[in-house]
């Protein structure tokens, strides 16, 4: 059987990445059920819950030897070619693959999302992607920046991200943690089978903060406040990234009492995704939340604090709000036309996100048959046959 070794974020407790992570390992075997899977990761424990083998990220010995063993380095998905955090991002995800190349073995960036590259030492780093075998984005503007800086060479393929394809986890479970985190009363969706909601229950709204250079906390916590007052919302407070974000989402739910609870247990990706179907919108400041709710079609708005939420927004037919010159008046109206048009949105999801999904499939075909030792060109023919490619 094909071993495949998957380098990207992983075991730092980031629920986004986390679910990339699954969402990868579920569509491999869903082509090839007895692949061999490693992973570098920061959480040996919660790989092997995986079934995966880890591997220590930064120990230069056991990486190189998985890379060695291995028949195919898979590299994504998430942001990882990118300076926003630093050049270390880059340096660091390209430097495997650089490995793996020095090794002999092949490459496939899969899924990823590409950038802000901004610094002389990330650009000219960005370009070792040329000796890389295949490129996949989930995005048409990640493969655009990445072409503009230099790297054309290897061929290249729009996908999505692959978070989109996860399922959530057991409706069983799904109601333990409603009962658990006592939201039993409250779920009741606007457009619940038996009908619609009362009139005096507003819209259940899941909010994905985190900390961030120049976030408007009180333009953020007074256009909530005005949406849950006018709209008798109700706000569950979702540390993606508990580590990071639970002070943040702490500080919201004090400010917004009574209309805001905290989200009090950490849960995995499933479970979180599984908890998103219940509820009617989503903020997502965490890119994750928005991609999380458009696989479930729940309406959500996309709270831009870097380009990738953004792009997501508009390639799911979304709303966004840019960070920058957020205002309490602008996050309420966005809320309040988004509550407003959660029908026509939910239509749009329908339409948009399946193609999306059958073009993760085709990616996961590719990597398999690089992992098999085909070629670049045989790795492409699984995107040719599949029709969702060129809707």
Same mark, same amino acid.
């Given at each position: ?55 220590? %990220? ?6 190189? %030897? ?6 195919? $380095? ?30 002999? %073995? ?50 290249? *393929? ?5 978070? $989109? ?44 903060? *985190? ?14 406040? *005005? ?34 609870? $905290? ?24 890119? #994750? ?15 831009a604090y870097d380009p990738k939420v953004e792009r997501f927004c508009q390639r799911c037919g979304a709303m966004s709000l840019s960070l920058e010159g957020l205002s309490?008046?602008?996050? #309420? ?7 407003r048009a959660r029908a026509p949105m939910r239509q749009e999801l329908q339409r948009r996100i399946p193609p999306m999904v059958a073009c993760l499939r085709g990616a ?24 969702? $490619? #060129?809707?």
């Amino acid at each position: 059987m094909p071993r495949i070794l998957i380098s990207g974020y992983y075991g730092f407790g980031n629920a986004g990445d986390e679910a990339i992570l699954q969402a990868i390992v579920e569509d491999l075997r869903r082509v090839e059920a007895e692949v061999r899977i490693s992973v570098l990761t920061a959480d040996p424990e919660g790989a092997r819950k995986l079934g995966l083998e880890p591997v220590p %990220r930064n120990a230069p010995g056991p990486v190189l %030897r998985a890379l060695r063993a291995c028949n195919l $380095l898979l590299s994504g998905g998430g942001g990882l070619i990118q300076d926003s955090t630093g050049v270390n991002s880059v340096i660091y995800y390209l430097g495997v693959c650089l490995l793996a190349r020095l090794v002999r %073995r092949p490459v496939m960036l899969y899924c990823q999302g590409f950038g802000p590259v901004k610094t002389g030492l990330g650009r000219q780093l960005t370009r070792l992607a040329n000796g890389l075998q295949l490129l996949t984005w989930r995005d048409q503007e990640s493969a655009d920046e990445i072409r503009a800086l230099g790297v054309a060479r290897p061929p290249s *393929r729009v996908t999505a991200d692959p978070v $989109l394809g996860l399922e959530p986890c057991q409706p069983a479970r799904v109601n333990e943690i409603l009962t658990r985190e006592g939201l039993t009363a409250d779920v009741a969706r606007l457009e619940r089978p038996a009908g619609p909601g009362s009139a005096e229950v507003g819209p259940l709204v899941g909010v994905a903060v *985190r900390h961030w250079p120049g976030l408007d906390r009180e333009a953020l916590a007074e256009g909530l406040r *005005r949406f849950a007052e006018e709209d008798k919302a109700r706000l569950l407070l979702l540390p993606f990234q508990p580590s990071r974000d639970r002070p943040l989402s702490e500080e919201l739910c004090s400010r917004l009492s009574p209309h805001a609870r $905290l989200l009090r247990a950490d849960y995995e990706p499933k479970e979180l995704m599984g908890l998103l179907s219940c509820l009617d919108l989503v903020l997502g400041m965490r890119l #994750h939340a928005a991609i999380m709710a458009a696989a479930r079609g729940i309406p959500f708005l996309g709270l831009a604090y870097d380009p990738k939420v953004e792009r997501f927004c508009q390639r799911c037919g979304a709303m966004s709000l840019s960070l920058e010159g957020l205002s309490a008046e602008g996050l #309420h109206k966005a809320l309040f036309h988004l509550l407003r048009a959660r029908a026509p949105m939910r239509q749009e999801l329908q339409r948009r996100i399946p193609p999306m999904v059958a073009c993760l499939r085709g990616a996961a075909q590719a990597a398999l048959a690089l992992a098999r030792g085909h070629d670049s060109r045989a790795a492409l023919a699984c995107f040719e046959a599949n029709p969702a $490619l #060129h809707a």
